[in-house]
């Protein structure tokens, strides 16, 4: 009981890739996160793309894994029931700088095996992305990128590693580990684990897991960056991700045609301190617009249904500093993927992994997978892995016919709740009961999409509150939005009775 | 496929009169689809009074004003779907119904769509800071207060000066919580005068002009907003637990959009009520929806006139001869709605001639949604 082969800490992209690839195995695998629900952090709010690897140094892991990931890409989601759209991107630039930067990237994507890969006149550009600013210069287009909903993904790759045997466990924060002679105790408050190897996948906090058992060598230090979402009514108006490689220094913009049907624009980059914080930035929201009036001067903004802020986890090496007694970052920041192996062990961390992170999620996941099967040492394959999971029933996606056929069986899905993007009470059903299944507000949203479209959930909220309770067994008053203490509704009954506001008005 | 007459797209206050109007002028074949269990549309969750002053000649609450014609409508055999949302209106008429008791496809030679408005979210707006719980719009809060039965917050801010939210400000007060202020970014309230007295200054509540939300704060229930002075750009930091936005109102008009399919509003199509633009009082939504079904009968029977029964928009064009002059004209009075204030500014960009009105960011009102109407203004 609560004995395992490996524990996964961490219920993010990462955590629950490296879950279902050690289902390869013959192992006793349990999942830990700390949150109610999984993909909660870092993979909720980011840009969504998939990369076709011309970006990153040649002869890296990180090239090899993307340029293979974004190959195998289609794939993987049809294998996890993920909807995935293979848009390709273009990435241009408007000046010399820009121009120059597009050559190093072609030759170094040439070089990395990236495949399709090639330089556009501004003439092929503009047939590509006729909205864009025609005084593009260059352009450089990747049929192999493409744009995929992070939580999405993760959640399939979570829910397909329970299906192999994984357990996956909720609410469970690791409060301390012990390093055993064989093995850790890991501590979630008062629940105890014993487990010969652990991978650490905590994202933002994969620091302060990893120095549960060492001293600090890295640290993370995020920033934030700031994103905007348009309508479904604009959608149409680019067809690739669109990577802008500006003259000045700094983050371009970037747009992505979204899976869904809406565009997705940012980032800014902003320094952040709280970990926690989720926020938008008057600065970053509007450098976004001054460089959309510079790359696609007439896209309709006046389609914004929503801003949100990401994280980004950068990381340092650090050393002391006598001085303070603190850690303080080195100069320059850690680019490559960092996959640390401490001792004692087996314990690997996958520390501060950012772009391509959400490309390269299955790979990372196998490869510390394979890492920790090696240094467990007596590991066989798992005969009975299944790498399909059966996907959600997206009705919108399905013919009419057996769209009808699905309504007489269960009438469920034929009461649309969320009537901007369509969705049905059978889905929203279906999203809480799946395992693991949604218990709030977002989770129902990260499963279904519902409240994702242009009313953002001010018709459909109070309903899914009522249908989460109905499914969960609980009061209203008990569904959060997202997590502890994000409750909609205080109390059941309004403080005073009805009767006075239809006599007194 | 069952084939309808008349469909009309929504059962509140405006889809109602409509439907009963086209009745009332001979039309047989009826279908009035209600997307909620219930019609009546948002009257149901407006608890306060005021409405049926002109068409009534009596102060009634929502439901009230709403029992009155789902009372004639049940009288009536007007074929009435609930629960049930038409999921695509394509641009030959057709269209999908989607409800609990199946899945249809219907025809129809005219449809109305009365699909009522959306609120503004607060997303469209250019707030910074975190996106925790306990933000809400104003219909959003006064439905789970009023219809919920829910307790939704006690401090309370509300953002935008919309009569929603001096409505759901005066609820909330009267419910025993403490709304701090209402904040709006003009110089002046953007609602009612009346709703102005009868619901903030009658109680107190009050009204922060040229100031805006400029950021939220909390990660999970929202713990305060920043409030800024939008004359002098001083911030101040106030503690709140639920914040009201009462930003504007959107005609929800996309099956329109789908219908016409990049070109203008198909002439089988009339919109009214909220879906075509944002009504002061729902007396004039009744007035006007009553015309509208009115025009939409004589649109069906004049076609079935002239083409001996066939389906009317397989072989007419908009703006084609048959419409032209007289179609333009009934167009015209039934948006002339006497009462109307603003000037008699009309889109002649199509034959559906759209009463148009003059708002902060220009012309607005067109159905087919362009931006920038075509705009003539006329004498009576």
């Known amino acids: 009981?609560?004995?395992?082969?490996?524990?996964?800490?961490?219920?993010?992209?990462?955590?629950?890739?490296?879950?279902?690839?050690?289902?390869?195995?013959?192992?006793?695998?349990?999942?830990?996160?700390?949150?109610?629900?999984?993909?909660?952090?870092?993979?909720?709010?980011?840009?969504?793309?998939?990369?076709?690897?011309?970006?990153?140094?040649?002869?890296?892991?990180?090239?090899?894994?993307?340029?293979?990931?974004?190959?195998?890409?289609?794939?993987?989601?049809?294998?996890?029931?993920?909807?995935?759209?293979?848009?390709?991107?273009?990435?241009?630039?408007?000046?010399?700088?820009?121009?120059?930067?597009?050559?190093?990237?072609?030759?170094?994507?040439?070089?990395?095996?990236?495949?399709?890969?090639?330089?556009?006149?501004?003439?092929?550009v503009l047939e590509l992305e006729p909205n864009l600013n025609p005084r593009v210069v260059l352009g450089l287009y990747a049929p192999e990128a493409g744009t995929v909903i992070p939580w999405e993904l993760g959640i399939a790759a979570a829910e397909n590693a329970l299906q192999n045997g994984a357990d996956i466990l909720l609410n469970s924060e690791v409060t301390d580990i012990t390093p055993l002679e064989n093995g850790f105790k890991v501590s979630c408050g008062s629940q105890t684990f014993w487990t010969r190897g652990i991978i650490n996948c905590a994202g933002l906090a994969a620091d302060e897991i990893l120095e549960k058992v060492s001293s600090p060598k890295i640290r993370i230090f995020p920033s934030g960056g700031d994103y905007l979402v348009l309508d479904t009514k604009a959608g149409g108006y680019i067809r690739h991700v669109i990577f802008h490689e500006p003259e000045q220094k700094g983050k371009g913009l970037t747009l992505v045609p979204t899976v869904e049907g809406n565009i997705l624009l940012g980032p800014s980059e902003v320094p952040i301190e709280d970990k926690d914080s989720f926020a938008t930035s008057s600065e970053g929201l509007a450098e976004i617009k001054a460089l959309v009036s510079e790359v696609i001067p007439s896209l309709p903004l006046?389609?914004?249904?929503?801003?949100?802020?990401?994280?980004?986890?950068?990381?340092?090496?650090?050393?002391?500093?006598?001085?303070?007694?603190?850690?303080?970052?080195?100069?320059?920041?850690?680019?490559?993927?960092?996959?640390?192996?401490?001792?004692?062990?087996?314990?690997?961390?996958?520390?501060?992994?950012?772009?391509?992170?959400?490309?390269?999620?299955?790979?990372?996941?196998?490869?510390?997978?394979?890492?920790?099967?090696?240094?467990?040492?007596?590991?066989?394959p798992n005969p009975a892995f299944n790498p399909k999971r059966p996907a959600p029933l997206r009705l919108n996606d399905l013919p009419l016919a057996q769209r009808a056929r699905l309504v007489e069986e269960n009438p469920l899905y034929g009461k649309i709740v969320c009537r901007c993007r369509k969705i049905t009470e059978g889905e929203i059903v279906d999203s809480i009961r799946r395992k693991p299944g949604a218990v709030t507000i977002d989770g129902v949203k990260r499963r279904t999409g519902s409240g994702t479209g242009r009313c953002q959930g001010s018709f459909c909220t109070q309903r899914i509150i009522e249908i989460l309770a109905r499914e969960l067994g609980c009061s209203p008053a008990e569904i959060c939005k997202d997590g502890k203490g994000s409750y909609v509704i205080r109390n059941m009954n309004n403080s005073s009775s009805g009767k006075k506001a239809t006599r007194n008005d | 496929m069952i084939e309808y007459e008349i469909v009309v797209i929504g059962g509140g206050p405006a889809g109602m009169a409509a439907a009963l109007s086209a009745k009332e002028a001979g039309i047989s074949r009826i279908l009035l689809v209600e997307r909620e269990e219930a019609l009546g549309g948002i009257l149901n969750q407006c608890l306060h009074t005021g409405f049926g002053l002109t068409y009534f000649g009596q102060e009634l609450n929502g439901p009230?004003?709403?029992?009155?014609?789902?009372?004639?409508?049940?009288?009536?055999?007007?074929?009435?779907?609930?629960?049930?949302?038409?999921?695509?209106?394509?641009?030959?008429?057709?269209?999908?119904?989607?409800?609990?008791?199946?899945?249809?496809?219907?025809?129809?030679?005219?449809?109305?769509?009365?699909?009522?408005?959306?609120?503004?979210?607060?997303?469209?707006?250019?707030?910074?800071?975190?996106?925790?719980?306990?933000?809400?719009?104003?219909?959003?809060?006064?439905?789970?207060?009023?219809?919920?039965?829910?307790?939704?917050?006690?401090?309370?801010?509300?953002?935008?000066?919309?009569?929603?939210?001096?409505?759901?400000?005066?609820?909330?007060?009267?419910?025993?919580?403490?709304?701090?202020?209402?904040?709006?970014?003009?110089?002046?309230?953007?609602?009612?005068?009346?709703?102005?007295?009868?619901?903030?200054?009658?109680?107190?509540?009050?009204?922060?002009?040229?100031?805006?939300?400029?950021?939220?704060?909390?990660?999970?229930?929202?713990?305060?907003?920043?409030?800024?002075?939008?004359?002098?750009?001083?911030?101040?930091?106030?503690?709140?637990?639920?914040?009201?936005?009462?930003?504007?109102?959107?005609?929800?008009?996309?099956?329109?959009?789908?219908?016409?399919?990049?070109?203008?509003?198909?002439?089988?199509?009339?919109?009214?009520?909220?879906?075509?633009?944002?009504?002061?009082?729902?007396?004039?939504?009744?007035?006007?929806?009553?015309?509208?079904?009115?025009?939409?009968?004589?649109?069906?029977?004049?076609?079935?006139?002239?083409?001996?029964?066939?389906?009317?928009?397989?072989?007419?064009?908009?703006?084609?001869?048959l419409y032209e002059g007289d179609y333009h004209k009934q167009q015209i009075e039934i948006i002339n709605n006497p009462q109307e204030k603003t000037q008699n500014a009309y889109c002649i960009g199509c034959p559906k001639t759209c009463r148009l009105i003059l708002t902060a960011q220009g012309w607005k009102g067109a159905i087919c949604g362009r931006k920038d109407p075509l705009v003539s203004i006329r004498n009576n």
């Open chain 1, 302 to 380: 006046e389609h914004v249904i929503r801003s949100f802020g990401a994280i980004r986890p950068n990381p340092y090496w650090v050393h002391l500093d006598p001085l303070s007694g603190r850690y303080v970052p080195e100069d320059k920041g850690i680019n490559s993927f960092t996959i640390l192996e401490s001792s004692p062990g087996p314990f690997l961390s996958l520390i501060g992994i950012k772009t391509p992170g959400l490309t390269c999620a299955n790979e990372l996941g196998k490869y510390v997978a394979n890492k920790m099967a090696e240094a467990l040492g007596d590991v066989v």
């Open chain 2, 64 to 321: 009230q004003y709403a029992a009155r014609f789902i009372k004639k409508i049940e009288q009536s055999d007007l074929d009435v779907l609930t629960s049930t949302a038409v999921i695509s209106l394509q641009p030959d008429g057709r269209m999908i119904l989607s409800g609990a008791s199946g899945l249809q496809e219907i025809k129809a030679q005219a449809v109305i769509l009365a699909s009522g408005c959306r609120e503004r979210p607060i997303g469209t707006l250019p707030v910074t800071g975190t996106r925790p719980s306990g933000i809400f719009t104003a219909g959003m809060a006064q439905k789970m207060v009023n219809l919920g039965g829910y307790d939704i917050g006690s401090r309370i801010i509300i953002l935008g000066s919309g009569d929603v939210g001096m409505i759901v400000a005066r609820r909330m007060v009267l419910l025993g919580k403490q709304v701090i202020a209402v904040i709006e970014k003009e110089a002046t309230c953007g609602g009612l005068l009346r709703n102005q007295i009868q619901c903030l200054e009658r109680y107190g509540i009050p009204l922060w002009t040229r100031c805006t939300v400029s950021k939220i704060h909390g990660t999970k229930r929202i713990s305060a907003v920043t409030v800024q002075n939008l004359e002098n750009g001083k911030e101040e930091y106030i503690p709140c637990d639920t914040l009201i936005t009462s930003i504007g109102l959107i005609p929800e008009r996309e099956l329109a959009e789908e219908a016409a399919a990049g070109g203008p509003i198909p002439d089988w199509l009339f919109l009214c009520g909220n879906a075509c633009y944002v009504h002061d009082l729902v007396d004039d939504v009744t007035y006007e929806a009553e015309q509208v079904g009115r025009k939409a009968t004589e649109f069906v029977l004049k076609v079935k006139a002239s083409n001996s029964g066939q389906a009317a928009h397989t072989h007419k064009q908009p703006g084609s001869s």
């Open chain 1, 1 to 124: 009981m609560n004995r395992y082969d490996v524990i996964v800490i961490g219920g993010g992209l990462l955590g629950c890739f490296a879950a279902r690839n050690l289902t390869r195995y013959k192992l006793k695998i349990a999942l830990l996160e700390r949150r109610e629900d999984l993909c909660t952090g870092i993979s909720r709010a980011n840009t969504a793309i998939v990369y076709s690897g011309y970006d990153m140094k040649p002869g890296t892991l990180k090239a090899k894994m993307c340029v293979q990931a974004a190959q195998g890409f289609g794939e993987l989601c049809a294998e996890l029931g993920v909807r995935y759209s293979p848009c390709g991107s273009v990435m241009v630039c408007f000046g010399p700088r820009g121009a120059k930067i597009l050559r190093q990237k072609y030759e170094q994507g040439i070089e990395n095996g990236v495949q399709g890969i090639r330089l556009l006149n501004p003439q092929e």
